[in-house]
Antibody
Framework: QVQLQESGPGLVKPSQTLSLACSVS??????????WSWIRQPAGKGLEWIGR???????NYNPSLKSRVTISLDTSKNQFSMNLSSVTAADSAVYYC?????????????WGKGTSVAVSS | QSVLTQPPSASGTPGQKITISCSGS????????AFWYQQFPGTAPKLLIH???QRSSGVPDRFSASKAGTSASLAISGLRSEDEADYHC???????????FGGGTKVTVL
């Protein structure tokens, strides 16, 4: 059974870069048959997709965050990571990683438990 | 501001049927499949429905979904107290090249 676990700092200062990692167990991220996504949820608000990566091509990013985000794979650790630069208070949220599986189309079927990030000086 | 539009809340008494709507546009819901996620407070979303109307493994058949044009809906029949949660709709937006979500609907069992 596939499991995902996010890790990273719970507090980041404004203007700094937020770096998060998602460790994957139960499936090799190098297989190329899944996308690996990042999603966030500000407190009391809806979900926002950040972007995704897969072993066989270039990452896709949400246009609203594209200038500040980088998502990459580390197959040696079986994990994928997200960097979000120039953070502000608006980037405070619970950050989830997820796996996309292909049926008739891709969809996020497994989620990590999430990690809470606050942006504050 | 979420791309997909959901009512912020819905409620019903035990045993009732409630329906949650999700409205999009031609480039998102009108062109791609609808998905629904259930989220309890303090926990991660869980896949409920995929590919418009397919229940995920283990989801009771009290949950059903449909899609027509640019709108999708989730129905919960035989409402139970354990159904109290937030429900999020999602789809791919072909123009944006991104997943888009609704703002979530909080279901309360009275």
């Amino acid at each position: 059974q596939v499991q995902l676990q996010e890790s990273g700092p719970g507090l980041v200062k404004p203007s700094q870069t937020l770096s998060l990692a998602c460790s994957v167990s139960g499936a090799p991220i190098s297989s190329g048959s899944h996308f690996w996504s990042w999603i966030r949820q500000p407190a009391g608000k809806g979900l926002e997709w950040i972007g995704r990566v897969y072993a066989s091509g270039s990452p896709n990013y949400n246009p609203s965050l594209k200038s500040r985000v980088t998502i990459s794979l580390d197959t040696s650790k079986n994990q994928f990571s997200m960097n979000l630069s120039s953070v502000t208070a608006a980037d405070s949220a619970v950050y989830y990683c997820g796996r996309e599986v292909l049926s008739f189309s891709y969809y996020i079927d497994v989620w990590g438990k999430g990690t809470s990030v606050a942006v504050s000086s | 501001q979420s791309v997909l539009t959901q009512p912020p809340s819905a409620s019903g008494t035990p045993g009732q049927k409630i329906t949650i709507s999700c409205s999009g546009s031609d480039s998102d819901m009108g062109s791609n499949y609808a998905f629904w996620y259930q989220q309890f407070p303090g926990t991660a979303p869980k896949l409920l429905i995929h590919t418009d109307n397919q229940r995920s493994s283990g989801v009771p058949d009290r949950f059903s979904a449909s899609k027509a044009g640019t709108s999708a809906s989730l129905a919960i029949s035989g409402l139970r107290s354990e159904d109290e949660a937030d429900y999020h709709c999602a789809t791919w937006d072909t123009n944006l090249g991104a997943w888009v979500f609704g703002g979530g609907t909080k279901v309360t069992v009275l």
